[in-house]
Nanobody
Framework: QVQLQESGPGLVKPSQTLSLTCTVS??????????WSWIRQPPGKGLEWMGA???????YYSPSLKSHTSISRDTSKNQFSLQLNSVTPEDTAVYYC???????????????WGQGTQVTVSS
């Protein structure tokens, strides 16, 4: 069974960079045709897909995010990471990493999730 766990600072100051790491066990991020994503949920709001990195290192990003997003990976550690630049208090959310099972125009289905990590951007 695949397991994912987020880690990183829980507090970030405005204008700085939010950095999180997802550690994957029970499966490899380089396994063919697997896609690994970052999703967030602000308080009282729905899930927002941020981006993903594929097994071959290809990256995909949501065009709707106002801040700069970057996803990278370290295959030797079986980890992938998220960087969100120039954050504001509106970036406060629970951040999840997850594996994509199926992606359609109407939505994305995930089969494995991390537990989520709270990130607060102070004002």
């Amino acid at each position: 069974q695949v397991q994912l766990q987020e880690s990183g600072p829980g507090l970030v100051k405005p204008s700085q960079t939010l950095s999180l790491t997802c550690t994957v066990s029970g499966g490899s991020i380089t396994t063919s045709y697997t896609y690994w994503s970052w999703i967030r949920q602000p308080p009282g709001k729905g899930l927002e897909w941020m981006g993903a990195i594929a097994y071959d290192g290809s990256t995909y990003y949501s065009p709707s995010l106002k801040s700069h997003t970057s996803i990278s990976r370290d295959t030797s550690k079986n980890q992938f990471s998220l960087q969100l630049n120039s954050v504001t208090p509106e970036d406060t959310a629970v951040y999840y990493c997850a594996r994509i099972l199926l992606a359609l125009r109407v939505g994305v289905l995930y089969d494995y999730w991390g537990q989520g990590t709270q990130v607060t951007v102070s004002s």
